[in-house]
């Protein structure tokens, strides 16, 4: 019986997680269970998974949490703020950690995990973006097993051979492939960017995700910052790395071997499959989700991806070139535009305009600590704000 600790449980990755721990009960049990602010939808996660602790983000939200939950007699205890997250992450209790909070937020308690031997079921791709080599190297001292969860990489895991070890050269690895929907304005014609709403940034044709991360899709960041978490996960170089579109989200990626052999993982767009995989691996457990059908799909289409029409891809490519903090100052300044987009603050073009104003204000050194990072995090922050005002 796996216990499990899910961060971000009321988000897309923690509600379909609970849909394939749900189908297993007797496989595994809900240890923990975290939100920011939603409140009334952790409640009802609680009140259905009975989780040992709940943990969100404020201390009005656990008071508003442990009063719905004391009067519906449900006994889980309730905490709050970042040393609370470490805490339940780390806990000795705990087997594994679904680490789905999106953004940097994400980091501390996915690293506390990591230290601790935990499980790792990674759906958080910032914190590789963020702390690479810190991150890495706490997962070797720690030996804690590492899945990745974005259903590109883990399309990459499944294609590569047991025991890789973060070795290309030595498995034959050429290439690995990452594919990618191209988002909503794929087609739209360029000149009309500029008048892109929040509304139709957010309209994912494929897949149902949250605001912030359906955003970085329309402009292609999401796969920049999988480039550069690709390069962590796989130790392959940014020359190894490869974007193809792939509007039909089928074939979730792919790896280029030297003797000219192609595998790719198929499989319809539902996260559910990636999280069934990294919760039994190297087990398959039934994950809800049905086998793709190809003979209706008919047809599968790939394109190279245009860095004028997704500068925030080009950006990505360079802070991994550029090593050290550009790649967490890339995703600073990418959260504070992204969410002055949906605010209304700025344009959609304004996003990589912004982002790339930043890194050239801000030149990426290297990395001795998590304080060091975050320290690079906040002034990354503090000068997109400083363009946006």
Known sequence: MQR?????ATGSIG??????????PDRYQVYALTAHSRVKELAEQCLRFHPEVAVVGSADAAQALSAIL????????????ETALCDTASAAECDAVMAAIVGAAGLPPTLAAARAGKKILLANKEALVMSGQLFMDAVSASGAPLLPIDS????????????????????????????????PFLKRELDTLHDVTPEEAVAHPNWVMGRKISVDSSTMMNKGLEVI???????????????????????????????????????NPDMRTP????????????????????????????????????????LAYDALLAGGTAPAILNAANE???????????????????????????????I????????????????ALSFIQ
């Not at 509600?15 to 297993?24: C, E, G, K, M, W």
């Not at 008919?298 to 997704?310: E, G, H, K, T």
């Not at 073009?349 to 290297?366: F, H, K, N, S």
């Open 4 to 8: 499990i600790t899910i961060l971000g």
């Open 15 to 24: 509600v379909s997680t609970l849909d394939v721990v749900a189908r297993h």
């Open 70 to 81: 004391k009067e519906k007699g449900c006994k889980t205890e309730v905490a709050h703020g």
């Open 152 to 183: 590109e990489h883990n399309a990459i895991f499944q294609c590569l051979p047991h025991g890789y070890g973060r070795a290309p050269a030595h498995h034959g690895v050429s290439k690995v492939l990452l594919t990618a929907s191209g988002g």
């Open 229 to 267: 978490e690709a390069h962590w996960l796989f130790g392959a170089s940014a020359e190894q790395i490869e974007v193809v579109i792939h509007p039909q989200s089928v074939i979730h990626s792919m790896v280029s071997y030297v003797d000219g052999s192609v595998l790719a993982q198929l499989g």
């Open 275 to 314: 999280i069934a995989y990294g919760l039994a691996y190297p087990e398959r457990i039934a994950s809800g989700v049905g086998a793709v059908d190809l003979v209706k799909i008919a047809q599968l289409s790939f394109f190279q991806p245009d860095f004028q029409r997704f500068p925030c891809l080009r």
């Open 336 to 366: 504070v535009a992204v969410q002055a987009f949906l605010d209304g603050r700025i344009g959609f073009r304004a996003i990589d305009q912004l982002i790339a104003r930043v890194m050239d204000a801000l030149p990426g050194t290297g």
């Open 368 to 383: 001795a600590s998590l304080a060091e990072l975050l320290d690079q995090d906040r002034l990354a922050r503090e000068k």
